[in-house]
């Protein structure tokens, strides 16, 4: 019963979306990364574009109005990553703060004498467990263009991987999917990926992903979407667990 009102109540949502031709026209034509998609691809995934609008609330941070336009370019990017698996795995939370630029986090730290030092990091987004997805507009416009970088996808990913409570680089998978056979292939990708970076070699894909190993994931999540050649190159057991997670295979798609 919940079930068929859930299912009636979306498709009244799409049947009064007013978003007109010209601005997902518009919105399609700002994200190189989507162009692989077929038409049935396109179709669902502004079908699921409009449900993220209905469900999600969009807040400007530092005085920013965010436009329709600006809301229609980061929602199509969120909804990538779930084309195949449902609107359902970003419940729980409802906002979605933009600031026109990167902002800053305060953090401390204290080092091996004892002192406690406090540092400002310049970020481009981030995710809470159970709170918002904090966005930069001027990354965010720019994150689909198939060069490997996009914090939509990044944090994204980062909230399917809290989906059970922890930001480890282990989101919970497919009934189909083996959960050791993950945990070996990124356990490995990453050690391996850590030593290649501290000797200073260049694979192509953001240094940052050595962070940590939820970094790990959401950092190869981006490539996995937009370079998926360099992934399949580099990792291709990453790029395999990936494309079971997410049920898609950009790598054919983009070809």
Known sequence: ???????????????RAEIAPAEWEQAF???????????????????LTVLFLHRKTFEGARGL??????????????????????????????????????????QTFVDEFGIEHEVHEELSGEA??????????????????????????HEFAHKLDLLNGDDNGFPPLHADMDAADWSRVFSAGYDDFCRRSELGEDLGIDDYAATAPGEFFAVLSEVFF??????????PDIY???RRFYRQDPLARLR
């Open 29 to 47: 034509a700002a994200l190189p990364l989507l162009d692989g998609l077929d038409d049935d691809e396109c179709l669902r995934l502004m079908e």
């Open 1 to 15: 019963m919940f079930r068929f009102l859930r299912e009636w109540s979306e498709r009244r949502v799409l049947e």
């Open 128 to 153: 809470w467990e159970r709170g918002p997805v904090v966005l930069a507009w001027d990354d965010a416009a720019r994150g689909g263009y198939d060069d490997g970088y996009n914090p939509v996808i």
């Open 65 to 106: 109005e965010v436009t329709r336009r600006m809301q229609l370019v980061i929602a199509l990017q969120a909804c990538l990553p779930i084309l195949e698996l449902g609107l359902d795995c970003y419940d729980g939370w409802t906002a979605v703060i933009v600031y026109p630029s990167g902002f800053a986090r305060a």
């Open 240 to 242: 395999q667990q990936l």
């Open 226 to 235: 937009e370079t998926p050649d360099l992934l399949q190159a580099s990792y």
